[in-house]
């Protein structure tokens, strides 16, 4: 749930005037660079399945990319980026953002979200160990901070997704 405090957040879609303020909420969220270069370059790349902004007082806040996952006979996305000014952090805008993705993704028939992401946050919007499902990736991660949400009852098959090839500029 949505601070109350923040009853004029809007979640959209991004536009072009959305582009300065994304990376500054990118740059500021991870305190460098790499992340904000990794939205722009999936963007140049026309790699979004959705990218989502969060607005008070049309000043991004907030935002969410989802890309298609490569290596799956099923509908599966990567969530990620998300980011969130820290100013704003624990007042439920990452988790509007999250629930808005994983719904349009629902609306477009995925069958699967896959985060590498925090153990202690994703579970509350229906994710899950990946190895629960037998999904790896291609990036060495602790197990417990690779996580699914199943987004239909389709099942999943187990194996590896790989994310787009421009997220090894983020690999260690």
């Known amino acids: 749930m949505v601070d109350s405090r923040l009853p004029d957040l809007a979640i959209r879609i991004e536009i072009p ?33 959705l990218s989502l902004v969060a607005l008070l007082d049309d000043r991004v806040v907030g935002h969410i990319v989802f890309t298609d996952l490569l290596g799956s006979t099923r509908r599966i996305a990567g969530l990620g980026p998300m980011a969130v000014r820290p100013e704003y952090q624990r007042r439920g805008i990452g988790g509007a953002l999250v629930r808005s993705g994983l719904e349009y993704l629902r609306e477009q028939s995925y069958d699967a979200v896959v985060v590498l992401g925090h153990k202690g946050y994703y579970p509350k919007f229906g994710f899950h160990p990946a190895a629960n499902f037998g999904i ?7 197990p417990e901070y690779l996580l699914v949400a199943p987004l239909s009852d389709a099942p999943i098959a187990p194996g590896t997704v790989r994310y787009q090839p421009e997220f090894e500029a983020l690999a260690p």
């Open 136 to 142: 790896r990736t291609q990036f060495e991660a602790p």
């Open 17 to 49: 005037a959305n582009f300065n303020g994304l990376r500054e909420v990118n740059r500021e969220a991870f305190g460098r660079e790499a992340e904000a270069d990794l939205v722009d370059t999936l963007r140049q790349n026309g790699k979004f399945i």
